[in-house]
T-cell receptor, first 113, second 112 residues
Framework: KAGVTQTPRYLIKTRGQQVTLSCSPISGHRSVSWYQQTPGQGLQFLFEYFSETQRNKGNFPGRFSGRQFSNSRSEMNVSTLELGDSALYLC????????????FGPGTRLTVL | QKEVEQNSGPLSVPEGAIASLNCTYSDRVSQSFFWYRQYSGKSPELIMSIYSNGDKEDGRFTAQLNKASQYVSLLIRDSQPSDSATYLCAVLPNTGFQKLVFGTGTRLLVSP
């Protein structure tokens, strides 16, 4: 079974731009969570989607948004990029519940200049 | 107070020794606890999950949970250099929300 895939793997953007990241979960998994990982803050929860509905959201500004499609694929968008948004963005999929085993994708490394 | 706290390390142990990694959490009603391993430049992978007080063993790994003291630990027996990684503790608060809260991780170094 194929693992979680994320595209693109690397991105370089400038301040003020927007970016869209994509995540394809493991086949059959319906829950997709997004995390931001930085050296100082560690892994921080962004949001979680199940059946195209956002079930929970972390403490990030409204510039961070996401969505999930009927095939469980998910996208996250960051608008008006700031230098502090430079991070590794990870998505993780699980069968139904977050407490089910979460499988992480390889991540998208975003650099904002 | 952070929701999930871990000593950042590095924790250095010789090959063959027992490595003990600790994690404390603030939400007393938390019910589900997880240990992830993250190699440098890689994404986290689940090692153990534990839901009840006591010990849970899986091969060389033992997770220990003490809800009264609000801590969870991971013991790695017969540590190998390949165990050198950052170990992340994650907690699922029993708030009805589908949200894992991670600690910042403990870096483990196992020397040959």
């Amino acid at each position: 079974k194929a693992g979680v895939t994320q595209t693109p793997r690397y991105l370089i953007k400038t301040r003020g731009q927007q970016v869209t990241l994509s995540c394809s979960p493991i086949s059959g998994h319906r829950s997709v969570s997004w995390y931001q990982q930085t050296p100082g803050q560690g892994l921080q929860f962004l949001f979680e989607y199940f059946s195209e509905t956002q079930r929970n959201k972390g403490n990030f500004p409204g510039r961070f948004s996401g969505r999930q499609f009927s095939n469980s694929r998910s996208e996250m968008n960051v608008s008006t990029l700031e230098l502090g948004d430079s991070a590794l963005y990870l998505c993780a999929s699980s069968l139904v519940e977050v407490r089910d085993t979460q499988y992480f994708g390889p991540g998208t490394r975003l650099t904002v200049l | 107070q952070k929701e999930v706290e871990q000593n950042s390390g590095p924790l250095s142990v010789p090959e063959g020794a027992i490595a003990s990694l600790n994690c404390t959490y603030s939400d007393r009603v938390s019910q589900s606890f997880f240990w992830y391993r993250q190699y440098s430049g890689k994404s986290p992978e689940l090692i153990m999950s534990i839901y009840s007080n006591g010990d849970k063993e899986d091969g060389r790994f033992t997770a220990q949970l003490n809800k009264a003291s609000q801590y969870v630990s991971l013991l790695i027996r017969d540590s190998q250099p390949s165990d050198s990684a950052t170990y992340l503790c994650a907690v699922l608060p029993n708030t009805g929300f589908q949200k894992l809260v991670f600690g910042t991780g403990t870096r483990l170094l196992v020397s040959p």
